[in-house]
Every structure is written in C-alpha cells, then in structure tokens.
C-alpha cells in the first residue's frame, strides 16, 4: 500500500512569496501532523488535525502559517510573505486514530528553500 | 534548555560493534519513548516505541527506558552498514505531537 506522499518534494521560491505544500496521508488514516525539520535539528511539530479540524496548532510560529485538512484526507501547510528563516524540511505524518500509542508514519517531507 | 537532548555525533564505529544512542528529558510528562531511523532525504522511520520502564528487545535493537532519570538508550547490536543514518529519539505526553531529540549521526564503516 502507499505511504504518506508529500508534493513537491523541493519548492524553491523568493523572499515574500506565497507557497503551498501538499501532504496526502496513508488511505484511512484520521489523523495527520506537520512537521519542520531544519538542518541538523529534529523535527519540530507544527499542528495536529484530528478529522477536519485543527486539534492543535500551537507549534505554527506565526499567523503567517497555515494549514487546513477540507475533507479529512489531503491536507495543505500554506506559508504567506516567506522569509529566509522558512527554509527547511516539512515533513507531514499520518496515523490511524491520533491516540497516543498510534504510529506516525512519515513522509519523505518538502525541501523549501527561500531565497 | 531544549526539553530532550540528544548527543549529535557524529559517531562512527566498525561494522559488528554494537552502538548505544541515548538521550535524556526534563519533563516528566513524557510517557511515550520511541526511536525513529532517517536516512538521508527520507522521512523518519519508527523502529522503537516503549512507554514504561524497563527493556524492550526487537532483533537487533534493545531500548532501555529509565523514568527515574530521565534518560532512554538505543542499543543496536552487531552494527551493520546498512545501520548508517541518524537517529531521533521521540518523546510524547497526554498531547499527540512527538518531541524529538536532535539526532545522532551513525556511521558503519565495512
């Protein structure tokens, strides 16, 4: 079966750009989670939907961030006014019912690059 | 202080040593310890997930998870090349969201 898909897998944009990042989860899956990873860190959480609906979105560092999930599967990470301090790794994950013993499964992230 | 500190190598060992990873937390609200494998380019790859302490054996790898410190241990052993990548510890309390340490780099060479 296919994992966690993410597109694209590199994204190169300009100072004050507007990006979208797409994130497809494994088939049935309700619960998805985004990530940032930087260069020689781990990843760092960033919001948490349970269904449709943002459990948790205190780890997205400013209101130029967001994400939404319209109908339970596909979600989109949507970055306004990028800045040089965006880039990095977005790493999307998915797991069956969002309890605390359930796996996330990864996927192989979005390479964003802001010049 | 980062809530989980993890050693970032990186370390480098011949090919049949056996290699400890550790990483150790300030919050005692983590109940979940899991180790997670990433190559290079790839997503982060669940090997490892315990939530008590003790020992927890799975072929190779053996996690070690002491609440009292504070402190969880990865042991691989009899390394192989294929073992080569970074490692993360992951940490999780009553929210959902994993903590993860900053990554040991492994390398075995052949």
């Known amino acids: 079966g296919a994992g966690v898909s993410q597109t694209p897998s590199n994204k190169v944009t300009e100072k004050g750009k507007y990006v979208e990042l797409r994130c497809d989860p494994i088939?049935?899956?309700?619960?998805l989670y985004w990530y940032r990873q930087s260069l020689g860190q781990g990843p760092e959480f960033l919001i948490y939907?349970?269904?449709?609906?943002?459990?948790?979105d205190s780890g997205l560092p400013n209101d130029r961030f967001f994400a939404v999930r319209p109908e339970g599967s596909v979600s989109t990470l949507k970055i306004q006014r990028t800045e040089r301090g965006d880039s990095a790794v977005y790493l999307c994950?998915?797991?069956?019912?969002?309890?605390?013993?359930?796996?996330?499964?990864f996927g192989p992230g979005t390479r964003l690059t802001v010049l | 202080q980062k809530e989980v500190e993890q050693d970032p190598g990186p370390l480098s060992v011949p090919e049949g040593a056996i290699v400890s990873l550790n990483c150790t937390y300030s919050?005692?609200?983590?109940?979940?310890f899991m180790w997670y494998r990433q190559y290079s380019r790839k997503g982060p790859e669940l090997l490892m997930y315990?939530?008590?302490?003790g020992n927890k054996e799975d072929g190779m790898l053996t996690a070690q998870v002491d609440k009292s410190s504070k402190y969880i241990s990865l042991f691989i052993r009899d390394s192989q090349p294929s073992d080569s990548a970074t490692y993360l510890c992951?940490?999780?309390?009553?929210?959902?969201?994993?903590?993860f340490g900053s990554g040991t780099q492994l390398t075995v060479l052949p």
């Open positions: 315990t939530y008590s302490s």
């Open positions: 919050n005692s609200a983590f109940q979940y």
């Open positions: 939907f349970q269904g449709t609906g943002a459990a948790d």
């Open positions: 088939s049935g899956h309700t619960a």
């Open positions: 994950a998915s797991s069956l019912i969002g309890g605390n013993t359930d796996t996330q499964y």
């Open positions: 992951a940490l999780s309390g009553s929210a959902r969201q994993l903590t």
